[in-house]
């Protein structure tokens, strides 16, 4: 099983910058994609920023300049870098990670996990 946590959220100014930090904990072989979707009452959650293995990240359109997604694999984590926050980025944010889990009999297993969501709200 694996865990995600996520922390950094908070209440900021339009124009104002904040960062999110997400954390993986558990039986963790290897992270294919460590990535960032946001969710406001009454519509579906929706990308925000993806960070995979191997490839330029994927931003949001609304987001692209803006927000910066980076990830240490090292310490299993992602970061969200959200710079010039508009109040329409209000909205609950969620850490999604793809892992590959290792057993002890030697078998993998893949599955996607989420965090159980982190508050920002952008507001005068």
């Known amino acids: 099983q694996v865990q995600l946590v996520e922390s950094g959220g908070g209440l900021v100014q339009p124009g104002g910058s904040l960062r999110l930090s997400c954390a993986a904990s558990?039986?963790?072989?290897?992270?294919?994609?460590m990535g960032w979707f946001r969710q406001t009452p009454g519509k579906q959650r929706e990308l925000v920023a993806n960070?995979?293995?191997?490839?330029?990240?994927d931003y949001a359109d609304d987001v692209k300049g803006r927000f910066v997604i980076s990830r240490d694999n090292n310490k299993n984590m992602v970061y969200l870098q959200m710079n010039n926050l508009k109040p329409e980025d209000t909205a609950v944010y969620y850490c999604n990670a793809d892992v590959d889990s290792i057993f002890p009999a030697g078998d993998h297993a893949e599955d996607n996990y989420w965090g159980p969501g982190t508050q920002v709200s952008v507001s005068s």
């Open positions: 558990g039986n963790i072989f290897r992270i294919y994609s």
């Open positions: 960070a995979i293995s191997g490839r330029s990240p």
